[in-house]
């Protein structure tokens, strides 16, 4: 278990249409037409943000301006009255009515409720999460840990759209591009397990240090040439998104890796791959987090094929020449003796 101190820090899609069965209906109208396979993108736990990725390819181009008014500001701009919405995305309010249909809500107060719900989520802290544990909660943390960890990156992998994914593969891909990695006080620990498999897999690659003084002098050489890895889950780290934001006006592709909640970074981010944060305990669990990276690096490696054997090889020269190394250097047991 990976937990997370929260000082920084799955929607109703294409039924699935199968051959006829004779019989009486279990469940629901029988859909006719081709087997359609996707992702589910409804439930109380999917946010607004994840069924919008999820949705966006089904959008009209009104309604895509819509979603990207709500992800610019996200959540408080959909708080606002459906008029206002509707203003600042320069579309009919029943343009918003429609687009809100599509994220299978009844109503635009149902999807305001959704909103609000996640905005309490994101304020939430681990000392307030404790105080909400009731004893149902609690039994056996070995299968509630299990159970959790589990439904967490299976709800993380469903909802997460292919082409996010994919576009991040291929921006990591590409070895003409620099690539610089930044978390906060918990996360940074991602970015540095990310990092740590891409150098072996291609060059130019860094990492901005949490704990560095001045974070800011490590932006200077980010332009338009760089891909910058953000990892920021609730609560926000003001300063990794300062740094996100910076990297992002100076001309650098954005990679966000958050909660379902979203960072305030996700608004400038290029790509955002969300993963759930739900945890047996009032902390922030990261594991379907490392579980979406071992699959961004199993993908990178798939899509590089037999370019970085040279560069493996290398590494591993060296790595045994450093174990070799040490091992000539340290005392026997007669020399200490």
Known sequence: MIGVDRAESASAGPVVAGPAVAGPVVAGPVVAGPVVAGPVVAGPDVTVAERLQ??????????????????AEYPVRGLQPIAKLAAAAGVSAPTVVRLVSKLSFDSYAGFQRSLKSEVSARLSSPLAMHAERSAADLGDPLSRSEHLFCDGIRSSFARLPRAEFEQAVRLLAEQRRSVTMIGGRFSSMLAEYLAAHLRVLRPNVHVISSAGADRTSALLDIGRRDVLVAFDYRRYQHDTVRAAVTAKQQGATLIAFTDPYLSPLAAHADVILTSSVQSPSPFDALTPAVALIEAVIAALVD???????????????????TVDAADAAAPTEQEEA
């Open 54 to 71: 999820l949705r966006l390819a089904d959008l009209t181009p009104a309604e895509r301006k819509v979603a990207r008014v709500l992800m």
């Open 303 to 321: 899509r590089l094929g037999d370019q970085p054997l040279a560069r493996m090889a290398r590494y591993d020269a060296l790595y045994a020449g």
